[in-house]
């Protein structure tokens, strides 16, 4: 199983972007999926979920409202669209996938190696 990130770079504050995770070797679509970050020199932290229907979604309090997870069965790929980016969201990001949304949040089976998000003031 692979979970492959794309999508980081650097961006101005107030700015967009938005994060892919493509999977090979899962079908997405009997998985939970999420997103995490890990700040420099800070632990990591959860971003987002969703069910594997994409009819449920979690997000960390401090994001909601900027942050959206969806995801696209078909294609096997999950997203994260990032609004209104703050230089405190500089991170890396990384997907994680498993059996259901309880599990991605506490315990993710599959972790991608991450994508680096830059946010300049």
């Known amino acids: 199983v692979q979970l492959q990130a794309s999508g980081g770079g650097l961006v101005q504050a107030g700015g967009s972007l938005r994060l892919s995770c493509a999977a090979s070797?899962?079908?997405?679509?009997?998985?939970?999926m999420a997103w995490f970050r890990q700040a420099p020199g800070k632990e990591r932290e959860f971003v987002a979920a969703?069910?594997?229907?994409?009819?449920?979604?979690y997000y960390a309090d401090s994001l909601r409202g900027r942050f959206t997870i969806s995801r696209d069965n078909a294609r096997n790929t999950a997203y994260l669209l990032m609004n209104n980016l703050k230089p405190e969201d500089t991170a890396v990001y990384s997907c994680?996938?498993?059996?259901?949304?309880?599990?991605?949040?506490?315990?993710?089976?599959?972790w991608g190696q991450g994508t680096l998000v830059t946010v300049s003031s």
């Open positions: 070797g899962l079908t997405l679509s009997s998985a939970g």
């Open positions: 969703i069910s594997w229907s994409g009819g449920s979604t």
């Open positions: 994680a996938a498993a059996p259901s949304l309880v599990t991605v949040i506490t315990t993710p089976a599959y």
